[in-house]
């Protein structure tokens, strides 16, 4: 009996990708696929799959609320976030929230295969990259989505470019800016896009 899969990333073609690495695999199908947090609940909760591969950072419904989301939705599913970030922040609050596996996208197409098939059988799976992230002392008391908003001034993203990204107005993400300063004790952005290069860096 194969694995059943349900795919959530915002962008398709990072879908497409893994839908063509599982079906390399006989003891995995893809079933479903969702774009969005909000798309990928409804969905679970119809096909039940056995697997959910869950991006973390997505527009409106992070990776965190949709995981909460789903486990409650498909109390039988597991749930793998597979992403680019593993800072303690991230993790933490993702296996808090249900996260069964946490898989950075930096894993080789046979480590991706190996720990669905690892997670489907009732395993944790983490990442050593994230494991590590877990013995770091939490940031302040920077808010999920300002931690979003941090990554992406990491990747050079602007204002609009963020609101874009996050589903959210340029001004809510100048208040992300503005707090994000004060809580890190910060003077300016270019301050606070160098904190978060650091950061992802592992500095």
């Given at each position: 009996?194969?694995v059943?899969?349900?795919?959530?990333?915002?962008?398709?073609?990072?879908?497409?990708?893994?839908?063509?690495?599982?079906?390399?695999?006989?003891?995995?199908?893809v079933?479903?696929?969702?774009?969005?947090g909000?798309?990928?609940?409804?969905?679970?909760?119809?096909?039940?799959?056995?697997?959910?591969?869950?991006?973390?950072?997505?527009?409106?419904?992070?990776?965190?609320?949709?995981?909460?989301?789903?486990?409650?939705?498909?109390?039988?599913?597991?749930?793998?976030?597979?992403?680019?970030?593993?800072?303690?922040?991230?993790?933490?609050?993702?296996?808090?929230a249900?996260?069964?596996?946490?898989?950075?996208?930096?894993?080789?197409?046979?480590?991706?295969?190996?720990a669905?098939?690892?997670?489907?059988?009732?395993?944790?799976?983490?990442?050593?990259?994230?494991?590590?992230a877990?013995?770091?002392?939490?940031?302040?008391?920077?808010?999920?989505?300002?931690?979003?908003?941090?990554?992406?001034?990491?990747?050079?993203?602007?204002?609009?470019?963020?609101?874009?990204?996050?589903?959210?107005?340029?001004?809510?993400?100048?208040?992300?800016?503005?707090?994000?300063?004060?809580?890190?004790?910060?003077?300016?952005?270019?301050?606070?896009?160098?904190?978060?290069?650091?950061?992802?860096?592992?500095?």
């Amino acid at each position: 009996m194969k694995v059943r899969i349900v795919l959530v990333d915002d962008h398709a073609v990072v879908r497409q990708g893994l839908a063509a690495l599982i079906a390399t695999h006989p003891r995995l199908e893809v079933v479903g696929e969702a774009g969005s947090g909000e798309d990928a609940v409804p969905l679970c909760r119809r096909l039940q799959p056995d697997v959910v591969l869950l991006d973390m950072i997505m527009p409106k419904m992070n990776g965190v609320a949709a995981a909460s989301a789903i486990k409650a939705a498909a109390p039988g599913s597991r749930v793998l976030l597979l992403t680019s970030y593993a800072e303690s922040d991230l993790v933490r609050p993702a296996l808090a929230a249900g996260a069964d596996g946490y898989l950075l996208k930096t894993a080789s197409a046979d480590g991706v295969l190996q720990a669905i098939l690892a997670v489907a059988q009732g395993q944790q799976v983490l990442d050593a990259v994230a494991l590590d992230a877990l013995r770091q002392p939490m940031a302040s008391d920077v808010s999920m989505r300002e931690q979003e908003v941090l990554h992406l001034i990491a990747q050079g993203l602007g204002n609009a470019e963020i609101a874009d990204r996050l589903a959210i107005t340029v001004r809510t993400v100048k208040a992300h800016v503005s707090s994000l300063l004060q809580k890190l004790d910060l003077e300016d952005r270019t301050q606070l896009a160098i904190y978060a290069l650091r950061r992802q860096n592992g500095h």
